[in-house]
């Protein structure tokens, strides 16, 4: 009461004096009573707008309920009808008309202590095509995580959209559609934004702001980030991120009873081969050179890929006009008799232990695909990680069902406990959120000059090395969500201290890292 009589506030509140805890129950209370996910993330934003503590408070409290409301599968939808559901601006709209003048763009946010930016373009959001100028809600979402999930001070952290226009008629000829409406700018104007952009965030909030490229088309995102990489302290967690925590959850199957615990000795098949798709298998590759001292092209042999015109091979007509990510992995193919135009052809050549789905195909693992797999396999590992669910190649109920129950399965989305063959299982979610926040407080900490592809390797190991024998009891390789916050402090740390040792730091290195780096996040209370 005190404090409200030295706000001049007294009666223009209710007479009692809340914690925070009891805020938190009216909140949870009324956001459970929503009538679906989407109303819950509105009633979440309107909250945020309101109080922004309490809001972080309430995810943090309550991660694996309200992380898939914030984030995937629910903000695909979000982001689907962003400009009919929007109410108060977040962030900065950099569109290719400011190309020239992205610096002032800059300079009218309302502070340059920004450490970290998550910037898109739209084109690619989920598994859900361009959304252009709606898929600013997957910055804010992930923006989210870094502060919920990782501590990062959320005034420290500035979601971006470049508006380059959109190929969607749907919005094209929406009215309350509102980016710019236009198709798509492609070739060098975009590069040059983009470098731009980039550039003129260094001068405003430093040489080691991260910048981290999110849900790039297929044809930009690779090339971006191989301009970038060794610039600027970016990564893509399309590829990088997607790639990190699936190796980590690949590295965690290896140590389950009755599979080869080597990963050179796997056969890999993906279905899908795209940003994703062939980011984790770049990671694979670069794994198996590390650990078994052989060539990444060597490394690369038993690692496949199915794209929409069936299985890549060196002999396939017009092998060599493919994407060069793709380029990598056309192997010779001519041992294989038959057709390989289909994923069960390609799987029953192969012969493959992991079967990994990144190709936003629902229903592309069939029950003969998945009992094949049981049916070469002791334990067969399959990952379906397309988001969000509705694009999932196949539901943890199937996987079980369709192996005898054997099967090791992770998602993109997450999944309740399932019932199969008179067992219980609480399968992982294969989710980014597992490495990016912590990721992003390593370099953030550390004030690193770029990201090479080593420390992803290092990460990958360090998740997997957190996961314990009650969550493989479960059924899962990933620890529980409500560990998130002690997954993402061992991620910095190590992260951290492999930006001091390679000399990618610009900070002075602390005699106790731990310490240091929890020195840099914040709680959220009042």
Same mark, same amino acid.
Request: proline share 4%; aromatic share 8%.
């Given at each position: 009461?005190?404090?409200?009589?030295?706000?001049?506030?007294?009666?223009?509140?209710?007479?009692?004096?809340?914690?925070?805890?009891?805020?938190?129950?009216?909140?949870?209370?009324?956001?459970?009573?929503?009538?679906?996910?989407?109303?819950?993330?509105?009633?979440?934003?309107?909250?945020?707008?309101?109080?922004?503590?309490?809001?972080?408070?309430?995810?943090?409290?309550?991660?694996?309920?309200?992380?898939?409301?914030?984030?995937?599968?629910?903000?695909?939808?979000?982001?689907?009808?962003?400009?009919?559901?929007?109410?108060?601006?977040?962030?900065?709209?950099?569109?290719?008309?400011?190309?020239?003048?992205?610096?002032?763009?800059?300079?009218?946010?309302?502070?340059?202590?920004?450490?970290?930016?998550?910037?898109?373009?739209?084109?690619?959001?989920?598994?859900?095509?361009?959304?252009?100028?709606?898929?600013?809600?997957?910055?804010?979402?992930?923006?989210?995580?870094?502060?919920?999930?990782?501590?990062?001070?959320?005034?420290?952290?500035?979601?971006?959209?470049?508006?380059?226009?959109?190929?969607?008629?749907?919005?094209?000829?929406?009215?309350?559609?509102?980016?710019?409406?236009?198709?798509?700018?492609?070739?060098?104007?975009?590069?040059?934004?983009?470098?731009?952009?980039?550039?003129?965030?260094?001068?405003?909030?430093?040489?080691?702001?991260?910048?981290?490229? #999110?849900?790039?088309?297929?044809?930009?995102?690779?090339?971006?980030?191989?301009?970038?990489?060794?610039?600027?302290?970016?990564?893509?967690?399309?590829?990088?991120?997607?790639?990190?925590?699936?190796?980590?959850?690949?590295?965690?199957?290896?140590?389950?009873?009755?599979?080869?615990?080597?990963?050179?000795?796997?056969?890999?098949?993906?279905?899908?081969?795209?940003?994703?798709?062939?980011?984790?298998?770049?990671?694979?590759?670069?794994?198996?050179?590390?650990?078994?001292?052989?060539?990444?092209?060597?490394?690369?042999?038993?690692?496949?890929?199915?794209?929409?015109?069936?299985?890549?091979?060196?002999?396939?007509?017009?092998?060599?006009?493919?994407?060069?990510?793709?380029?990598?992995?056309?192997?010779?193919?001519?041992?294989?008799?038959?057709?390989?135009?289909?994923?069960?052809?390609?799987?029953?050549?192969?012969?493959?232990?992991?079967?990994?789905?990144?190709?936003?195909?629902?229903?592309?693992?069939?029950?003969?695909?998945? #009992?094949?797999?049981?049916?070469?396999?002791?334990?067969?590992?399959?990952?379906?990680?397309?988001?969000?669910?509705?694009?999932?190649?196949?539901?943890?109920?199937?996987?079980?069902?369709?192996?005898?129950?054997?099967?090791?399965?992770?998602?993109?989305?997450?999944?309740?406990?399932?019932?199969?063959?008179?067992?219980?299982?609480?399968?992982?979610?294969?989710?980014?959120?597992?490495?990016?926040?912590?990721?992003?407080?390593?370099?953030?900490?550390?004030?690193?000059?770029?990201?090479?592809?080593?420390?992803?390797?290092?990460?990958?190991?360090?998740?997997?090395?957190?996961?314990?024998?009650?969550?493989?009891?479960?059924?899962?390789?990933?620890?529980?969500?409500?560990?998130?916050?002690?997954?993402?402090?061992?991620?910095?740390?190590?992260?951290?201290?492999?930006?001091?040792?390679?000399?990618?730091?610009?900070?002075?290195?602390?005699?106790?890292?731990?310490?240091?780096?929890?020195?840099?996040?914040?709680?959220?209370?009042?």
């Amino acid at each position: 009461m005190p404090e409200r009589k030295k706000l001049n506030i007294t009666g223009l509140l209710p007479s009692s004096v809340e914690s925070i805890h009891l805020q938190l129950k009216r909140e949870m209370k009324n956001l459970r009573m929503k009538r679906n996910d989407l109303e819950k993330y509105v009633y979440l934003m309107e909250l945020l707008n309101r109080n922004e503590t309490l809001f972080y408070r309430l995810v943090v409290d309550n991660i694996k309920e309200c992380m898939p409301l914030v984030y995937t599968p629910t903000v695909g939808e979000a982001c689907q009808k962003y400009s009919h559901i929007w109410s108060k601006p977040r962030g900065i709209y950099v569109s290719i008309k400011d190309k020239g003048n992205v610096e002032q763009i800059l300079r009218n946010w309302h502070t340059t202590d920004i450490k970290a930016i998550v910037f898109t373009d739209g084109e690619r959001i989920l598994g859900l095509g361009d959304l252009g100028i709606n898929g600013m809600g997957i910055p804010v979402g992930k923006l989210q995580l870094y502060s919920a999930c990782a501590g990062i001070p959320p005034n420290q952290c500035l979601p971006v959209v470049i508006d380059n226009g959109t190929n969607t008629e749907e919005y094209l000829n929406d009215e309350l559609y509102m980016g710019l409406r236009q198709k798509r700018s492609r070739g060098a104007e975009f590069e040059e934004l983009i470098e731009e952009f980039m550039m003129a965030a260094q001068k405003m909030f430093g040489k080691s702001v991260l910048l981290q490229f #999110e849900d790039f088309g297929n044809s930009t995102a690779f090339k971006l980030l191989n301009m970038t990489r060794d610039r600027f302290n970016t990564f893509n967690d399309d590829i990088q991120g997607t790639a990190c925590v699936a190796l980590g959850g690949i590295m965690s199957s290896l140590k389950v009873e009755k599979t080869p615990s080597k990963l050179a000795d796997h056969k890999i098949v993906f279905l899908g081969a795209g940003e994703a798709g062939c980011g984790i298998g770049s990671l694979i590759a670069y794994a198996i050179s590390k650990e078994d001292g052989i060539t990444i092209e060597e490394a690369r042999k038993n690692i496949w890929f199915i794209d929409s015109k069936g299985l890549i091979t060196a002999s396939r007509d017009q092998a060599k006009k493919l994407p060069h990510h793709k380029q990598e992995f056309a192997h010779d193919a001519s041992a294989f008799e038959g057709p390989l135009d289909n994923l069960l052809d390609v799987i029953k050549a192969i012969k493959p232990t992991m079967l990994i789905g990144v190709s936003a195909t629902p229903n592309a693992f069939t029950k003969k695909v998945c #009992e094949y797999m049981a049916e070469i396999n002791e334990v067969p590992i399959i990952f379906a990680l397309s988001n969000p669910t509705h694009k999932c190649e196949c539901s943890a109920q199937q996987a079980y069902d369709w192996t005898g129950g054997k099967c090791i399965f992770a998602s993109g989305s997450p999944f309740g406990t399932i019932t199969s063959h008179g067992k219980s299982f609480e399968p992982g979610q294969g989710n980014n959120a597992y490495i990016f926040p912590g990721l992003a407080l390593g370099v953030i900490a550390a004030e690193a000059k770029k990201i090479p592809e080593s420390l992803f390797y290092e990460t990958a190991v360090c998740l997997a090395n957190l996961v314990t024998g009650e969550d493989y009891a479960r059924g899962s390789v990933y620890p529980p969500l409500e560990k998130i916050r002690h997954v993402s402090l061992e991620i910095a740390k190590q992260v951290a201290e492999s930006c001091f040792k390679l000399g990618l730091a610009r900070a002075k290195q602390p005699d106790e890292i731990e310490a240091w780096i929890r020195s840099k996040v914040t709680d959220f209370d009042y």
